[in-house]
């Protein structure tokens, strides 16, 4: 199998709070994994790329002082959403790429609900 | 023009029809094509994966990649309610690109 976890699945802050979000690729190594932003009904939306042992590739408009990525180990890459306001409240996703493999085979975690207030 | 189309419905079909979701695309670097599925509130699962032209088979699942024409296919036989979902394709080269998605609600 290829399981991807994250945590927490839902999380509710107040608005100045920072906000950590954990993906682990629980069954197999993943120099790369991704997180995406999904508002409803929309598509996913890369925000960054995450190698592990080197700085996170961001996308074009994404802050990369507001969200701060960390891929310390082959298996954990973490997103922190800094000082959070109302509009990053959204649906965030993290997928991991099985070491070795094309990009053809990225596994997606459930995802992690945050609610800003 | 957007690297990849996909109709994001909403669809609806009766149980045990045939449904037919399509994407096209533009980029001709495109090799690798996949098909996801979303629940609501849930992260996409891996359905189908696809290397340069053909099709491939599993279960009710089929995916069909036309690179000539530059469209993908994905049928599922014998639709079921828990089909029900999101279903994204998605392809790759050297970059990794979403549909937006598309709706799909089989009624009992």
């Known amino acids: 199998g290829a399981v991807v976890s994250q945590h927490p699945s839902w999380v509710i802050c107040k608005s100045g709070t920072s906000v950590k979000i954990e993906c682990r690729s629980l069954d197999f190594q993943a120099t790369t994994m991704f997180w995406y932003r999904q508002f409803p009904k929309q598509s996913l939306m890369l925000m960054a790329t995450?190698?592990?042992?080197?700085?996170?590739?961001?996308e074009q408009g994404v802050e990369k002082d507001k969200f701060l990525i960390n891929h310390a180990s082959l298996t954990l890459s973490t997103l922190t959403v800094t000082s959070a306001h109302p509009e990053d409240s959204s649906f965030y996703i993290c997928s991991a790429q099985k070491t070795g493999t094309a990009q053809e085979t990225q596994y997606f975690g459930p995802g992690t609900r945050l609610l800003v207030l | 023009q957007k690297e990849v189309e996909q109709d994001p419905g909403p669809l609806s079909v009766p149980e045990g029809a045939i449904v037919s979701l399509n994407c096209t695309y533009s980029?001709?670097?495109?090799?690798?094509f996949m098909w996801y599925r979303q629940y609501s509130r849930k992260g996409p699962e891996l359905l189908m994966y696809?290397?340069?032209?053909g099709n491939k088979e599993d279960g009710r699942f089929t995916a069909q990649v036309d690179k000539s024409s530059k469209y993908i296919s994905l049928f599922i036989r014998d639709s079921q309610p828990s089909d029900s979902a999101t279903y994204l394709c998605?392809?790759?080269?050297?970059?990794?690109?979403f549909g937006t998605g598309t709706s799909l609600t089989v009624i009992p």
């Open positions: 980029n001709s670097a495109f090799q690798y």
């Open positions: 696809t290397y340069s032209s």
């Open positions: 998605a392809m790759s080269g050297n970059q990794f690109y």
């Open positions: 995450s190698n592990e042992g080197s700085k996170a590739t961001y």
